[in-house]
T-cell receptor
Framework: NAGVTQTPKFRILKIGQSMTLQCAQD?????MYWYRQDPGMGLKLIYYSVGAGITDKGEVPNGYNVSRSTTEDFPLRLELAAPSQTSVYFC??????????????FGPGTRLLVL | KNQVEQSPQSLIILEGKNCTLQ??????????LRWYKQDTGRGPVSLTIMTFSENTKSNGRYTATLDADTKQSSLHITASQLSDSASYIC?????????FGTGTRLTIIP
């Protein structure tokens, strides 16, 4: 199993550009998550999904969009990149939610720099 | 103010020594408290998970403890190895919402 994979590993964007961060998992997990990690800060939840076709906002959803058409994939879309979106983005997945004490498995992250 | 505070921010110890990392939280009650290890340039990996009613959980050389009265958790690392160099993150969850601490950066030197 590859686990959770993310592409690209690193990207530089100009202000106003758009891009999609890709995330895929091969563990047949129903829950998937997008987090951002800023220097000196704890991870913040952007969006999450409890299954194909179902998504919901997390703590910091502004400026992002997601879709979940398959169990395996959960792309994160940035429509108009802003310097405040410079961060490291992590995708995670789990088989069930936290109430079930299900462990979230994280991808290696995408480092995004917006200039 | 973050609801999950960790100390110290960074720590350097010699290989083979023990160390203890602290986590103070204000969210209560909570569903679960987790400790994650994050190697540089990688995603976090789960080390331990405890429910509100548990007070200790071990995973090899890692032992997490929980004191619900003082709202503190600690992660004790025994006989440290160079591969323990990483950030250690405390995560508290309430009703499916996870609150992440800012982490302790641990460096093991030979």
């Amino acid at each position: 199993n590859a686990g959770v994979t993310q592409t690209p590993k690193f990207r530089i964007l100009k202000i106003g550009q758009s891009m999609t961060l890709q995330c895929a998992q091969d563990m047949n997990h129903n829950y998937m998550y997008w987090y951002r990690q800023d220097p000196g800060m704890g991870l913040k939840l952007i969006y999450y999904s409890v299954g194909a076709g179902i998504t919901d906002k997390g703590e910091v959803p502004n400026g992002y969009n997601v879709s979940r058409s398959t169990t395996e994939d959960f792309p994160l879309r940035l429509e108009l990149a802003a310097p405040s979106q410079t961060s490291v983005y992590f995708c995670a997945s789990s088989f069930g939610g936290d109430r079930g004490r299900k462990t979230q498995y994280f991808g290696p992250g995408t480092r995004l720099l917006v200039l | 103010k973050n609801q999950v505070e960790q100390s110290p921010q960074s720590l350097i110890i010699l290989e083979g020594k023990n160390c203890t990392l602290q986590c103070n939280y204000t969210v209560s009650p909570f569903s679960n408290l987790r400790w994650y290890k994050q190697d540089t340039g990688r995603g976090p990996v789960s080390l331990t998970i405890m429910t509100f009613s548990e007070n200790t959980k071990s995973n090899g050389r890692y032992t997490a403890t929980l004191d619900a009265d003082t709202k503190q958790s600690s992660l004790h690392i025994t006989a440290s190895q160079l591969s323990d160099s990483a950030s250690y993150i405390c995560v508290v969850s309430v009703n499916e919402k996870l609150t992440f601490g800012t982490g302790t950066r641990l460096t093991i030197i030979p």
